[in-house]
């Protein structure tokens, strides 16, 4: 796993050095916004509640049709995408500009590690 340094917010900045990704949060399954960068905090709390939903409803049908868990949703808009990755205890929300998403998905597999790492409780 990689090493967890700085805040949830200071992850979430990392990943806007990505050429493509324009805001991306973090959300407990409740949605909750643990750290967000790139996005108002009123977006936030707005997206991070929708995308909470949309994860944990997209884990529940999956999993009563048998096809097993889901791990990513994207949802394709006019100019871009939204990438909803379910981390277990948190969701990553990534706003990107349109693109084939492997970059993206790259940076947030790292980014949900290290924020992984954080949230883990200390033994």
């Known amino acids: 796993m990689a090493e967890a340094t700085g805040t949830v917010d200071e ?12 805001g991306a949060l ?6 909750l916004v643990i750290g967000r960068a ?5 977006d936030a709390d707005l997206a991070g509640a929708l995308g909470a939903a949309l994860v944990g409803a997209t884990e529940r049908t999956v999993r009563r049709m ?20 379910n981390a277990g205890q948190f969701a990553l929300i990534v706003f990107s500009e349109g693109s084939d998403g492997t970059a993206v998905g790259q940076a947030c597999q790292g980014a949900i590690e290290q924020i992984a790492r954080l949230l883990e409780p200390a033994a």
């Open 66 to 85: 048998g096809a097993g868990g889901a791990s990513t949703v994207s949802i394709m808009t006019s100019d871009g995408m939204i990438h909803l990755r």
């Open 38 to 42: 790139g996005i108002s905090q009123d």
């Open 26 to 31: 973090a959300v407990s399954v409740e949605g």
């Open 11 to 22: 992850i979430l900045v990392d990943l806007l050095r990505q050429e493509e990704i324009l």
